[in-house]
């Protein structure tokens, strides 16, 4: 039941998103030099590895580290595209994710995916038992504090969501991300 309805919600997102998609893909190109798409090695269900597209908004070359890494080495914002901010913050740059569920290694709701590096995350996922679940594009913890959060209440997060996942817990986190994502809550950068 739950991949059909990715699937569904995912058909209906690319018509619906199209013209935003595509804003998007030329603001990248025109702004930037490199690829429009950054592909990420992300960690995915039973901690298999898969490349999860995004559009770029960090320069070519920048280091491939989790936002809470990224905060404690550098300033983040001197890796940004001239667009990165506001794509980032408007969440356009997750759009090409919606390839990743179609193809199946991701789901509309789910854990974040972990960065292939972010040892202390998986590690408590697995222990926690949420390395079975397939990560979303957004979830619970992305609902109730996004990068804001540190990993051990993100793992809390996402150990509440695997005991009770539901068709209506869904619903009321896509609900959420929508209000969120235009409010623009919980992006750090």
């Given at each position: 039941?739950?991949?059909?309805?990715?699937?569904s919600?995912?058909?209906?997102?690319?018509?619906?998103?199209?013209?935003?998609?595509?804003?998007?893909?030329f603001?990248?190109?025109?702004?930037?030099?490199?690829?429009t798409?950054?592909?990420?090695?992300?960690?995915?269900?039973?901690?298999l590895?898969?490349?999860?597209?995004?559009?770029?908004?960090?320069k070519v070359?920048?280091?491939?580290?989790a936002?809470?890494?990224?905060?404690?080495?550098a300033?983040?914002?001197?890796?940004?595209?001239?667009?990165?901010?506001?794509?980032?913050?408007?969440?356009l740059?997750?759009?090409?994710q919606?390839?990743?569920?179609?193809?199946?290694?991701?789901?509309?709701?789910g854990?974040?995916p972990?960065l292939f590096n972010?040892?202390?995350?998986?590690s408590?996922?697995?222990?926690?038992?949420?390395?079975?679940?397939?990560p979303g594009?957004?979830?619970?913890?992305?609902?109730?504090?996004?990068?804001?959060?540190?990993?051990?209440?993100k793992?809390?997060l996402d150990a509440?969501?695997?005991?009770?996942?539901?068709?209506w817990?869904?619903?009321?986190?896509i609900?959420l991300?929508?209000?969120?994502?235009?409010?623009?809550?919980?992006i750090?950068?």
């Amino acid at each position: 039941m739950k991949r059909l309805l990715d699937i569904s919600l995912t058909l209906i997102g690319v018509v619906l998103l199209l013209p935003l998609i595509i804003v998007t893909y030329f603001l990248v190109k025109l702004t930037s030099t490199g690829p429009t798409l950054y592909w990420s090695k992300r960690v995915g269900k039973h901690n298999l590895l898969f490349s999860m597209p995004k559009f770029r908004s960090m320069k070519v070359n920048t280091p491939a580290l989790a936002t809470h890494i990224m905060n404690q080495q550098a300033d983040p914002n001197q890796y940004l595209t001239p667009v990165g901010s506001f794509i980032r913050k408007t969440s356009l740059d997750e759009l090409p994710q919606l390839w990743s569920v179609l193809k199946g290694d991701m789901s509309i709701i789910g854990p974040r995916p972990a960065l292939f590096n972010q040892d202390d995350l998986i590690s408590l996922r697995t222990e926690h038992g949420v390395h079975i679940l397939k990560p979303g594009i957004t979830g619970w913890a992305q609902v109730n504090g996004r990068d804001e959060l540190p990993i051990p209440e993100k793992v809390t997060l996402d150990a509440y969501y695997l005991k009770h996942q539901s068709l209506w817990l869904d619903c009321y986190i896509i609900l959420l991300t929508i209000f969120k994502v235009l409010k623009r809550d919980g992006i750090s950068h």
